[in-house]
């Protein structure tokens, strides 16, 4: 069975720290990885990895693909309150006609002032 | 551009029931997925649909179902509710094919079986 697990499960920092958070997964037919950050209800996509595109960068956030250790890093530089939210991380595996995602059950993250 | 949109927007069933769940995708969109969101179970998909076909499905049982039609509004039906189906179901359009094409997500419909 797919498993994809998420660390830590939740986490409290200061407005201005660097958090850095973990997924790792066990799945046949790995295809891509996928995070997502949630806010009250609709996830919006934050970045899709592959083997060909491992590290991803937009603004303060940038994930790095480890396709050796089977894992993802997601990491936030100068966090802000509006960073906090729930971040969830996706694999995709299979393909084409077959290709499906299994999620992670998310990092949530609270930033205080 | 109007985001993905879905109805309604709550639900309360009793088990046994059956329920259905709308979502209509951003313009032009021709992936809808769905998803199942719990507390204890996270976010789990369900199946995706492009052009009125199923592509891919997630484990769930048959009392789970869904279709697509040419406009590319999706319904999403679950029949014999149980108490387990409690959940926040999620739709998300993409442009292109695959589920994961950038996807965008609805806000939900918030169902409780009791």
């Known amino acids: 069975e797919d498993k994809v697990v998420q660390s830590p499960l939740s986490l409290v920092v200061h407005e201005g720290d660097t958090v850095t958070l973990n997924c790792s997964y066990e799945?046949?037919?790995?295809?891509?990885l996928l995070w997502y950050k949630q806010e009250k209800k609709a996830p919006t996509f934050l970045f899709m990895l592959?083997?060909?595109?491992i590290e991803k960068k937009s603004g303060r956030l940038s994930s790095i693909l480890d396709k050796k250790e089977l894992s993802s890093i997601l990491n936030i530089t100068a966090t802000q309150t509006g960073d906090s939210a729930i971040y969830l991380c996706?694999?995709?595996?299979?393909?084409?006609?077959?290709?499906?995602?299994?999620f992670g059950t998310g990092t949530r993250l609270q930033v205080t002032l | 551009k109007a985001g993905v949109t879905q109805t309604p927007r709550y639900l309360i069933k009793t088990r046994g029931q059956q329920v259905t769940l709308s979502c209509s995708p951003i313009s032009g969109h021709r992936s809808v997925s769905w998803y199942q969101q719990t507390p204890g179970q996270g976010l789990q998909f369900l199946f995706e649909y492009f052009s009125e076909t199923q592509r891919n499905k997630g484990n769930f049982p048959g009392r789970f179902s869904g279709r697509q039609f040419s406009n590319s509004r999706s319904e999403m039906n679950v029949s014999t509710l149980e108490l387990g189906d409690s959940a926040l179901y999620l739709c998300a359009s993409s442009p292109g094919l695959g589920i994961t094409d950038t996807q965008y997500f609805g806000p939900g419909t918030r169902l409780t079986v009791l």
């Open positions: 592959t083997s060909s595109g």
């Open positions: 799945v046949t037919n790995f295809r891509s």
């Open positions: 996706a694999v995709e595996v299979g393909g084409g006609t077959a290709s499906k995602l299994t």
